[in-house]
Nanobody
């Protein structure tokens, strides 16, 4: 069974940091792009960041550029999202998803054909 499991969420004060992990089981992440998404209460799900299967391409939403960093360790079958300078508006359930889509000339490559989703981890930014 193909599964992604997110971890690392929690309660943090504004300005603080968290590192989210997205671990795969039942398959290897080597051939998958991984995207991080979030959904705040009452809002639609939005893309946050993604990384290509090789790690050579990354993409960030404007709202998190300069604050979040995506990385991957294929040896550990895990993708990370380092979140710094957190703001209350970053509060959401964060999900990771995997795709084998490989047309990187497509500007929307991050969000195409997402095949496997995790169950989410809650990030709350509050004082």
């Amino acid at each position: 069974q193909l599964q992604l499991v997110e971890s690392g969420g929690g309660l943090v004060q504004p300005g603080g940091s968290l590192r989210l992990s997205c671990a795969a089981s039942g398959f290897t992440l080597d051939y998958y792009n991984i995207g991080w998404f979030r959904q705040a209460p009452g809002k639609e799900r939005e893309g946050v960041s993604c990384i290509s299967s090789s790690g050579g391409r990354t993409n960030y939403a404007d709202s998190v550029k300069g604050r979040f960093t995506i990385s991957r360790d294929n040896a550990k079958n895990t993708v990370y999202l380092q979140m710094n300078s957190l703001k209350p508006e970053d509060t959401a359930v964060y999900y990771c998803a995997a795709s084998t889509y490989s047309d990187y000339d497509d500007a929307g490559w991050c969000y195409r054909y997402l095949e496997v989703w995790g169950q989410g981890t809650l990030v709350t930014v509050s004082s």
